[in-house]
């Protein structure tokens, strides 16, 4: 069995008004960890966008790769071996296009 890594804690949460509680809000200062959550009825969302558009966009970019958008493999160290070799190709393709 390998060992597993340890996780990191992040330093800063960026939610949508989906998470707009005072016990999610509470339990992330109790953590130390700093948020910016939208209001509901308050504020935009639209704000919020300019952090998460990365994350979401890389999300979309594995999607693509039917392998991983199924998850055909059982083991999660198959899967995670198969999203590095996407993650690669995705990496690959890019910078090709950046070199034409």
């Not at 910016?36 to 300019?50: D, P, Y």
């Amino acid at each position: 069995m390998t060992p597993r890594l340890r996780r990191r804690r992040p330093t800063k949460l960026h939610a949508d008004k989906g998470y707009d509680y005072d016990h999610l809000r509470r339990w992330l200062v109790r953590r130390g960890i700093q948020h910016r959550i939208a209001s509901k009825g308050v504020e935009s969302s639209q704000r919020l966008g300019r952090h998460r558009w990365v994350v979401e966009r890389t999300v979309s970019w594995l999607a693509g790769c039917r392998r991983l958008h199924r998850r055909y493999e059982r083991k999660p160290e198959h899967f995670l071996a198969f999203v590095g070799m996407a993650a690669a190709l995705i990496c690959h393709r890019r910078l090709a296009k950046t070199q034409l």
